[in-house]
């Protein structure tokens, strides 16, 4: 059952990195503040155990940085074309991804996978190729997307380097800060640094355009933006870069991306909505507040100096 499991903990977030391990008590404090949501959650009573559609696209997905990507997107084309989409569930921290009917369509044994029934049942795994595929084929009026060739490249690149940097630093960030067994100063300042490093990149594009490529919101900045909204969690003060902040906001203001975070329901670990924690929740607020100590003490022991590029 839902309820007997502690939220993000173990492998709930396996993006996040949470081995299926037992934490250290004070982790495992920080984040059961944040369990009531998903315990709450009704969508994961049924385990699935295989496609339930039978056309158009079907997602199988997790409310993860990576697992929104495809929704933000799916629901962007619900809005802008009427494109509606199945949804399964796939409750990662019961490892429904690993199973055999999920890795004959995703072999990577992860999330987010789309299933597209209008052409024959064909998969599409990996957040780029989702979002390019998805575009590719229902983007007609290239909404979130480009038909200038180098366009097309500036947004590969940049979800390439969302692929390549962002998700597995950050990811390695919130292992090493929150899920790892026992706190390892190197670790914890060389992926909060890393992610600091990317996310100063970002920030650094973005001071003259409002969005990463062609000044123009698409398929680029749904790519990384799970991921700059979940910065507060893995211990990154999204202040020390307005740029990427207003972009966030930006980019938050929008219904479908708004609806596209809570696809299958809302986790809340945005940045807004981990501020209001620390604002609600003292206990919650001081766990924070010693783990930020504890992550600035692994940088300085390490020397490390903020730089990006
Ligand atoms: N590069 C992939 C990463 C996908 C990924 O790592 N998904 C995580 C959740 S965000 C997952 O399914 N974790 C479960 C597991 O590792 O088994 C993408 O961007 O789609």
Redesign the pocket.
Same mark, same amino acid.
Do not use: C
């Given at each position: 059952m839902l309820s007997s499991r502690p939220l993000i903990s173990r492998?709930s977030? *396996?993006?996040?990195h949470i081995p299926r391990i037992a934490q250290r008590d004070n982790t495992r404090a920080s984040f059961s503040t944040f369990t009531v949501r998903l315990q709450q959650n009704k969508t994961m009573a049924e385990r699935p155990t295989g496609l339930k559609a039978i056309s158009g696209i079907e997602l199988l997905t997790?409310p993860? &940085? #990576?697992?929104v $990507? @495809?929704s933000i997107l799916l629901e962007e084309l619900k809005e802008a074309y009427g494109k509606e989409y199945t949804m399964q569930a !796939?409750d !990662?921290r019961t #490892?429904v =991804? $690993?199973e055999p009917w999920f890795t004959k369509l995703g072999p #990577?044994? *992860? !999330?987010?996978v789309i299933v597209d029934h209008d052409q024959g049942g064909f998969a599409v795994?990996?957040?780029? @190729? !989702?979002l390019s595929y998805l575009t590719r084929h229902y983007d007609p009026d290239h909404k979130f997307s480009f038909t200038d060739p180098f366009d097309i490249s500036r947004a590969e690149q940049w979800m390439a380097w =969302?692929?390549g940097g962002l998700? &597995?630093m950050q990811?390695q960030a919130n292992h090493f800060n929150r899920f790892a067994p026992e706190r390892i100063p190197y670790g914890m300042q060389r992926y909060t640094g890393e992610t600091e490093r990317l996310v100063g990149i970002l920030d650094n594009h973005l001071k003259d355009q409002d969005y990463l490529v062609g000044n123009k919101y698409s398929i680029a900045d749904i @790519?990384s933006f799970g991921w700059v909204n979940g910065l507060r969690f893995a211990g990154v003060d999204i202040d020390r870069f307005p740029n990427l902040k207003a972009w966030a906001e930006r980019i938050l203001a929008r219904p479908a991306v708004a609806k596209g975070l809570a696809v299958p329901f809302d986790m809340g670990l945005g940045n807004d909505q981990y501020l209001k924690k620390l604002e609600d929740d003292r206990e919650f607020a001081e766990k924070e507040k010693a783990l930020a100590e504890q992550i600035q003490a692994a940088k300085e022991k390490y020397g490390y100096k903020y730089a990006s590029p």
């Amino acid at each position: 059952m839902l309820s007997s499991r502690p939220l993000i903990s173990r492998s709930s977030l *396996r993006i996040l990195h949470i081995p299926r391990i037992a934490q250290r008590d004070n982790t495992r404090a920080s984040f059961s503040t944040f369990t009531v949501r998903l315990q709450q959650n009704k969508t994961m009573a049924e385990r699935p155990t295989g496609l339930k559609a039978i056309s158009g696209i079907e997602l199988l997905t997790f409310p993860t &940085p #990576n697992g929104v $990507k @495809a929704s933000i997107l799916l629901e962007e084309l619900k809005e802008a074309y009427g494109k509606e989409y199945t949804m399964q569930a !796939i409750d !990662i921290r019961t #490892n429904v =991804q $690993k199973e055999p009917w999920f890795t004959k369509l995703g072999p #990577n044994g *992860r !999330i987010p996978v789309i299933v597209d029934h209008d052409q024959g049942g064909f998969a599409v795994q990996e957040g780029l @190729a !989702i979002l390019s595929y998805l575009t590719r084929h229902y983007d007609p009026d290239h909404k979130f997307s480009f038909t200038d060739p180098f366009d097309i490249s500036r947004a590969e690149q940049w979800m390439a380097w =969302q692929h390549g940097g962002l998700g &597995p630093m950050q990811g390695q960030a919130n292992h090493f800060n929150r899920f790892a067994p026992e706190r390892i100063p190197y670790g914890m300042q060389r992926y909060t640094g890393e992610t600091e490093r990317l996310v100063g990149i970002l920030d650094n594009h973005l001071k003259d355009q409002d969005y990463l490529v062609g000044n123009k919101y698409s398929i680029a900045d749904i @790519a990384s933006f799970g991921w700059v909204n979940g910065l507060r969690f893995a211990g990154v003060d999204i202040d020390r870069f307005p740029n990427l902040k207003a972009w966030a906001e930006r980019i938050l203001a929008r219904p479908a991306v708004a609806k596209g975070l809570a696809v299958p329901f809302d986790m809340g670990l945005g940045n807004d909505q981990y501020l209001k924690k620390l604002e609600d929740d003292r206990e919650f607020a001081e766990k924070e507040k010693a783990l930020a100590e504890q992550i600035q003490a692994a940088k300085e022991k390490y020397g490390y100096k903020y730089a990006s590029p």
